[in-house]
């Protein structure tokens, strides 16, 4: 891509319509949370654009893309202080019956989601963008700065890990 003003913005444009679904959903199954996920795929694009803009070049922008919303989520999961509706509620947040329901009723993602929680981190990443995302090992291999051969054992031992969650539960 040449240091052009319209060549870098149809350029980014052309990669956001190809790619901001795929960011999204993402950023979506790393998190859990249809908010930051939007959040978090906006982040992505606006640094891609500065990075771009900056007159810097690109060779794999899908695989840029994914790095980029990688260390965003990774950033996130840093500074996310998780707590629980009931401590909260214990510190004086009220929740009404209609939105005790709600919260008590809403599904996360799906059933699969959820379950991919219980695999450890290393394992979730690689099973989500391999299957999810559908990125080629390669791919993989380019974002997390790891060995084709290492992404390759990770996913297998990721599956084994898998199906023996999926097999202690019921579907």
């Known amino acids: 891509m040449e240091n052009d003003p319209s060549q870098i913005k149809n350029k980014f444009l052309e990669s956001y319509d190809a790619h901001?679904?795929?960011?999204?959903?993402?950023?979506?199954?790393?998190?859990?949370?249809?908010?930051?996920?939007?959040?978090?795929?906006?982040?992505?694009?606006?640094?891609?654009?500065?990075?771009?803009?900056?007159?810097?070049?690109?060779?794999?922008?899908?695989?840029?893309?994914?790095?980029?919303a990688r260390n965003l989520i990774i950033d996130y999961r840093r500074k996310k202080k998780s707590v629980s509706l009931d401590k909260m509620m214990d510190e004086g947040f009220d929740v009404s019956h209609s939105e005790q329901?709600?919260?008590?009723?809403?599904?996360d993602g799906s059933n699969l989601v959820e379950r991919l929680e219980d695999l450890e981190e290393k394992y979730r990443d690689v099973l989500t963008m391999r299957y999810i995302d559908?990125?080629?090992?390669?791919?993989i291999a380019e974002i997390?700065?790891?060995?084709?051969?290492?992404?390759?054992?990770?996913?297998?031992?990721?599956?084994?890990k898998a199906k023996n969650i999926f097999g202690e539960q019921e579907v």
């Open 20 to 68: 901001s679904d795929a960011i999204f959903r993402y950023c979506f199954f790393q998190t859990s949370n249809r908010e930051v996920a939007l959040d978090l795929s906006q982040d992505t694009f606006i640094k891609v654009w500065e990075y771009l803009a900056g007159g810097k070049q690109v060779d794999n922008i899908r695989a840029f893309l994914y790095t980029v």
């Open 144 to 160: 997390t700065g790891e060995s084709e051969n290492n992404i390759s054992v990770r996913i297998h031992r990721g599956l084994e």
């Open 134 to 139: 559908d990125l080629s090992i390669k791919e």
């Open 101 to 107: 329901e709600h919260l008590e009723n809403r599904i």
